[in-house]
């Protein structure tokens, strides 16, 4: 007994010690797992991104061709249409899931453009400080003096309502926020001994830069991402129910939302199940950016 009791010590002893030597991702990924909200959410988004991807695979309907027989027509498994079809006759199914499409990419390539924008400038400006960092600053508090949604209008009149340039206009000017974030993560970071090494070893301010400063950025980089593609998603929706986003023959959630509320009245489902996809994923990233926010905290560990 006594033997065994001395065994089960050692384990537990051997326990703690790997649980303490965890590195700060493996324990966020173990925390993550426990947060039943993020997790959920991280469901509800893989199973969105699936059906948004397959379904139009699997329907033999077309977003773009109407079905003669069946305007306006509720979902009905008879049909064929199991969300039924719009006022000229689509099948809703297939656009909702084509929206989906368009909506995500519109999210997810504006905020590349966005966070490739924001971590650099902000970790020069942070690392460099001084007056470069003065005048970088200074810059984009002139930009945030522009109203986002006017900027982002005024860029897409210029340069057309091509749907590539609409994701570029969204992340050109939804950077700065990111910018400020990576500012003042670097200058708490750029007088660390780590980095005081790298100087002493003979590094330049790029590669300090470039393999110091914004790989310990991840965490933050991580949960902005995550926060900020529903923020560009309702940016896009927004813009398309002004009937400035997505044009024919594509569409997307806002738009449909848009074509939904004109048919309220006659085609309650036009609107409901359009809004719905778009709420559930905005929902879901939310989330699960506030569980990689709260997993990531070190004050958490």
Do not use: C
Not at 140 to 156: E, G, N, R, S
């Amino acid at each position: 007994m006594k033997g065994e009791t001395t065994i089960d010590a050692f384990e537990q002893a051997m326990d703690k010690r790997r649980v303490k030597g965890r590195s700060l991702y493996v324990d966020a990924w173990h925390r993550l797992k426990r947060n039943k909200a993020a997790v959920a959410g991280a469901i509800i988004l893989l199973f969105i991104m699936v059906l948004v991807t397959v379904g139009p695979m699997l329907n033999p309907w077309d977003h773009e061709i109407p079905d003669w027989d069946n305007y306006s027509t509720p979902p009905s498994l008879d049909t064929g249409h199991v969300m039924g079809t719009d006022a000229l006759g689509r099948d809703l199914f297939e656009r909702v899931m084509v929206g989906g499409r368009i909506s995500l990419l519109v999210g997810v390539i504006a905020t590349l453009v966005s966070l490739v924008i924001g971590v650099t400038y902000g970790a020069v400006a942070g690392y460099l400080g001084g007056r470069v960092d003065n005048w970088m600053m200074r810059a984009v508090d002139a930009i945030y003096a522009l109203p986002f949604m006017f900027f982002v209008i005024l860029l897409m009149v210029v340069f057309g309502r091509n749907i590539f340039l609409i994701f570029v206009a969204i992340g050109a000017v939804n950077w700065l926020d990111m910018a400020r974030i990576v500012r003042g993560q670097t200058l708490s970071l750029k007088n660390k001994d780590f980095i005081e090494a790298a100087r002493v070893s003979g590094a330049t301010e790029r590669q300090i830069i470039g393999r110091h400063i914004i790989p310990n950025l991840l965490g933050v980089v991580v949960v902005y991402v995550s926060l900020t593609i529903p923020q560009v998603i309702l940016v896009e929706s927004f813009l398309s129910f002004l009937g400035l986003g997505v044009q024919e023959p594509l569409t997307s959630w806002g738009a449909l939302v848009n074509e939904g509320a004109q048919e309220l009245e006659t085609a309650p489902w036009s609107l409901l199940f359009p809004a719905t996809f778009l709420a559930a994923t905005l929902f879901a990233f939310n989330f699960l950016g506030d569980g990689l926010r709260d997993a990531l905290d070190p004050r958490d560990r």
